[in-house]
């Protein structure tokens, strides 16, 4: 909207111009949509090799901020095993959340101490559950999350627009 904007007040700019800045903003917006989705992958990756770490020690998964139950929430495994997402990540490199991981440990640790994922904890598994769950976590840790927001920022000074989108 803003690209049009410009262009209906500009008096010189061309209209094959204003189109190449749409398109590239329509192309940074799909990016920071991937990266999110990313960011979600990343989150279960990590919950399950720390399961497998903890596992590898001997140690129990009956504590509740144990990552199992994130490590097998169905809809996060989708987006994990998603061919077409990863098709998608690696043609457009993007790679921020596994060179930048401190902030999914960052993510991943507020999910796991946090009442919402103590009361999912106790829930019989479900599709249903684990979908209400990854809604609800979405809402309420990690889109209003400083880091992730001021992380996003420094990546793509557009995605501060686009953010609030991406979120809905």
Not at 33 to 57: C, F, N, P, R
Not at 98 to 111: D, F, P, S, T
Not at 113 to 136: C, H, K, M, R, W
Request: charged share 25%; proline share 4%; with cysteine.
């Amino acid at each position: 909207m803003q690209c049009i904007y410009a262009l209906v007040l500009s008096k010189a700019g061309s209209l094959e111009q204003q189109q190449k800045l749409l398109n590239r903003s329509i192309a940074q917006t799909y990016s920071l949509y991937l990266l999110t989705l990313s960011l979600l992958k990343e989150i279960q990756h990590l919950a399950a090799y720390q399961v497998k770490k903890g596992s590898d020690k001997y140690l129990t998964n009956e504590d509740q901020n144990s990552p199992l139950r994130l490590s097998e929430n169905e809809i996060l495994l989708q987006i994990a095993n998603n061919p077409e997402l990863q098709q998608a990540l690696d043609k457009r490199d993007l790679k921020h959340w596994y060179l930048n991981e401190e902030y999914v440990k960052i993510l991943l640790k507020a999910i796991l101490t946090s009442d919402l994922y103590g009361t999912y904890v106790n829930e019989p598994p479900s599709f249903e559950s684990d979908q209400a769950f990854l809604i609800s976590a979405y809402r309420e840790i990690i889109a209003p999350n400083e880091k992730i927001y001021e992380f996003l920022e420094d990546e793509g000074i557009t995605w501060v627009d686009d953010i609030p989108l991406i979120n809905n």
